[in-house]
């Protein structure tokens, strides 16, 4: 290996990068290709994109010299009329080789069944009109998931202007927009008041939407408790309560389906779901879409007695928040990770309507992100 030292004790070049010495004191090495693409230069601060292109160098990048000048690291490139400047604390944030830093990844915070006092709400008016609101929920639904908008506009565009605050409205292929409009008549067999499982919607989509909305337009019924359960909370709790269990929920891919004359959709998903942390993320569960289960039978010996050790403990009562939605608030929740469902309720009591939509959880974290930094460049070198 050719080693030249270009500044004592601080920079060694090697083949195919080199070392530096960080503030602690210790040397890290950095990959050529890695630094010479990152260059400051190579980033348009009109676009913020990268508008260097790395396959149009004509022989591999190779520091003629380099060394530390200012709390930068200077690199002078051998095939190229190019410097490069790169500040120390920015190497310091990659030298590990962790993962960029981010403001949305915050830790989940499970709730239980005693939530509903302490559930996060905010008026839909000062959303509107406060980033620093907007903020706070955001924040809010990525730490637990769920929470209450109140004073929404008793309009069709009121849920619209809400939705659009976090993200684009999400179609399914149910369209934009679903009603749950329940005007109460016995004869009309496409609205029922029975009880509703609890689930999460649209599993059958390869990816189902992230944050639903469902807008209380009136709710005037006896009865039709809304039933809400943090997935977290109980998969985690799952997870030591029954480790092999949790593992076959956690690991095998199972069969979901919503078909009627025009669609067919089909998915496979894991009934707990994993961020790369290996921490519980989320649920896909949903009775009235799951599909049959297409295991060797022998793994279903094992699968289906865990499955429903898992389904009735989502209806623990320690778990379950039960409440009475009102006219004007807007839940608002993780659809990976909240189930829901709804208690039966009376048949001649008068009227119930809800409007939903969804965004998707992506769009979510990227609006809480532009909240709250200016991503990296707000640290431009
Ligand atoms: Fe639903």
């Known amino acids: 290996m050719n080693v030249i030292f270009s500044h004592p004790a601080t920079v060694e070049l090697r083949d195919q990068g080199l070392c530096v010495q960080l503030s602690d004191g210790a040397p890290h090495y950095f990959n050529y290709y890695w630094l010479r693409d990152n260059c400051p230069s190579s980033f348009s601060p009109m676009t913020r994109e990268r508008s ?26 051998q095939d190229e009329d190019h410097v490069s400047r790169l ?59 769920f929470c209450i908008v109140t004073d929404m506009p008793d309009t069709d565009a009121g849920l619209t202007e809400t939705a659009a605050l976090i993200g684009t409205i999400r179609p399914t292929f149910f369209g934009d927009y679903f009603d749950v409009k329940t005007y109460i008549n016995p004869t009309n067999t496409a609205y029922t008041s029975a009880a509703l499982e609890l689930h999460t919607d649209t599993p059958a989509e390869e990816y189902a939407p992230g944050i639903q909305f469902l ?22 709790d799952f997870r030591k309560r029954d480790p092999e269990g949790f593992k076959l929920l956690s690991e095998i891919a199972v069969p ?30 949903s009775q009235h879409m ?10 279903l010996d094992a699968y289906y007695p865990a499955f429903c050790r898992f389904g009735r403990m989502l209806q623990e009562d320690k778990y379950m928040m039960r409440f009475l939605m009102k006219a004007g608030e807007c839940m608002v929740f993780d659809n990976h990770r909240i189930v829901h469902g709804r208690a039966a309720y009376s048949a001649s009591s008068g009227e119930r309507y809800l409007r939903g939509c969804y965004t998707d959880r992506a769009e979510m974290r990227s609006t809480y992100r532009a909240l709250v930094s200016e991503g990296r460049f707000k640290h431009a070198v």
């Open 87 to 145: 500040p120390v604390s920015w190497l310091e944030t990659y030298a590990t080789g962790k993962p960029r830093p981010d403001p949305a990844d915050l830790p989940r915070v499970p709730w239980y069944s005693d939530h509903y006092p302490s559930v996060p709400r905010f008026s839909q008016p000062d959303l509107v009109a406060d980033s620093a609101q907007r903020k706070a929920w955001i924040q809010a639904l990525i730490v637990s998931g």
């Open 215 to 236: 807008h209380c337009r009136a709710n005037s019924v006896q009865g039709g408790q809304s039933l809400y359960t943090d997935g977290v909370a109980v998969a985690n």
């Open 256 to 285: 979901f389906y919503c078909e009627h004359d025009t669609y067919d959709m089909r998915s496979r998903q894991t009934v707990i779901e994993l961020d790369r942390f290996g921490e519980v993320s989320g649920l896909t569960i």
């Open 290 to 299: 799951l599909d049959m289960l297409d295991l060797p039978q022998e793994v």
């Open 52 to 77: 260097f292109d790395i396959f149009h160098l004509e022989a591999a990048p190779r520091a003629r010299s380099a060394e530390i000048e200012d709390e930068a690291l200077v690199i002078v490139w």
